[in-house]
């Protein structure tokens, strides 16, 4: 199904972007990546600092396409699963794969927020970094290839 379908079905809203809200949410990104190599605070809010840049970024491809999530419940989810729609600069199968892998950073940080302090191990952590700084680049060279207009002048991805 489209996006266009879907947002028939009020789970995505067509709206226009623009560069400036577009840079707007890359300032977030970039306070997620600062965020999280932050010295003393828990791996659990570093966690959240990388899922944060995640969702932001996956939030950049959807709006890149002229849409937002509509009101109601899931906007993370519908966040997430709009990936399969927007990112078309990978293949269906890539795009369906970067969701599973965030579906499974989703339940992580929900387990670190509201179940138990100490949820995330350091390999969660390298992963969750890695995944950031892999989905950062596949979204700005998707924007390269797809929306120029839409993209801020900014430095390379950072690692």
């Given at each position: 199904?489209?996006?266009?379908?879907?947002?028939q079905?009020?789970?995505y809203k067509?709206?226009?972007?623009?560069?400036?809200?577009?840079?707007?949410?890359?300032?977030?990104?970039d306070?997620?990546?600062?965020?999280?190599?932050?010295?003393?605070i828990?791996?659990?809010?570093?966690?959240?600092?990388?899922?944060n840049?995640?969702l932001?970024?996956?939030?950049?491809?959807?709006?890149?396409?002229?849409?937002?999530?509509?009101?109601?419940?899931g906007?993370?989810?519908?966040?997430i699963e709009?990936?399969?729609?927007?990112?078309?600069?990978?293949?269906?199968?890539?795009?369906?794969?970067?969701?599973?892998?965030?579906?499974?950073?989703?339940?992580?940080?929900?387990?670190?927020s509201?179940d138990?302090?100490?949820?995330?191990?350091?390999n969660d952590?390298?992963?969750?970094?890695?995944d950031?700084?892999?989905?950062?680049?596949?979204?700005i060279?998707?924007?390269?290839?797809?929306h120029?207009?839409?993209?801020?002048?900014?430095?390379?991805?950072?690692?």
């Amino acid at each position: 199904m489209t996006l266009e379908k879907l947002s028939q079905l009020g789970w995505y809203k067509a709206e226009p972007t623009s560069p400036k809200e577009i840079a707007g949410l890359f300032s977030i990104v970039d306070r997620s990546l600062r965020d999280l190599k932050v010295e003393g605070i828990s791996d659990d809010l570093r966690f959240q600092a990388a899922y944060n840049g995640i969702l932001t970024l996956t939030n950049i491809a959807l709006r890149a396409n002229g849409f937002r999530v509509g009101a109601g419940q899931g906007h993370h989810q519908r966040v997430i699963e709009s990936l399969t729609h927007t990112l078309t600069t990978q293949d269906e199968t890539a795009r369906e794969k970067w969701v599973r892998k965030i579906k499974a950073h989703s339940q992580k940080r929900n387990a670190a927020s509201y179940d138990a302090a100490g949820a995330v191990s350091p390999n969660d952590i390298a992963q969750i970094i890695r995944d950031l700084a892999s989905l950062q680049e596949q979204v700005i060279g998707y924007l390269k290839q797809a929306h120029t207009e839409l993209l801020p002048h900014r430095p390379a991805p950072h690692s």
